[in-house]
Nanobody
Framework: QVQLVESGGGLVQPGGSLSLSCTAS????????MGWFRQAPGKEREFVAA???????????YYADSVKGRFTMSRDNAKSTVYLQMNSLKPEDAAVYYC??????????????????WGQGTQVTVSS
């Protein structure tokens, strides 16, 4: 069982930056692919970024086209924590951001059904 707790959401002006964190419980954190998803009001939950665990020692980063070049995901296995650094934020980035853990198959990192554990979400508001 893995429990995930997100933090770092808040209000930011367009063009600004925000950093989210997600800390996991459990002793096998390093063997999970970690993902960030977001859900805006009235919309489906959508993929943002993932650090996919290949089964070895490497993690591969994948990003939604809408955030590529602006968002960066990283992880610190010693702290069982993943981060999402969000720069050049736009009003359309506003949403509840969720952290997720799972073991998706190759090329399955963007599908929310491939993640087993979810955090409670943290609100990101982008407004002037």
């Amino acid at each position: 069982q893995v429990q995930l707790v997100e933090s770092g959401g808040g209000l930011v002006q367009p063009g600004g930056s925000l950093s989210l964190s997600c800390t996991a419980s459990g002793r096998t954190f390093s063997t999970y692919t970690m993902g960030w998803f977001r859900q805006a009001p009235g919309k489906e939950r959508e993929f943002v970024a993932a650090l996919w665990w290949s089964g070895g020692i490497a993690y591969y980063a994948y990003y939604a086209d809408s955030v590529k070049g602006r968002f960066t995901m990283s992880r610190d296995n010693a702290k069982s924590t993943v981060y999402l650094q969000m720069n050049s934020l736009k009003p359309e980035d506003a949403a509840v951001y969720y952290c997720a853990a799972g073991r998706p198959p190759t090329a399955g990192w963007s599908l929310k059904g491939n993640y087993d554990y979810w955090g409670q979400g943290t609100q990101v508001t982008v407004s002037s």
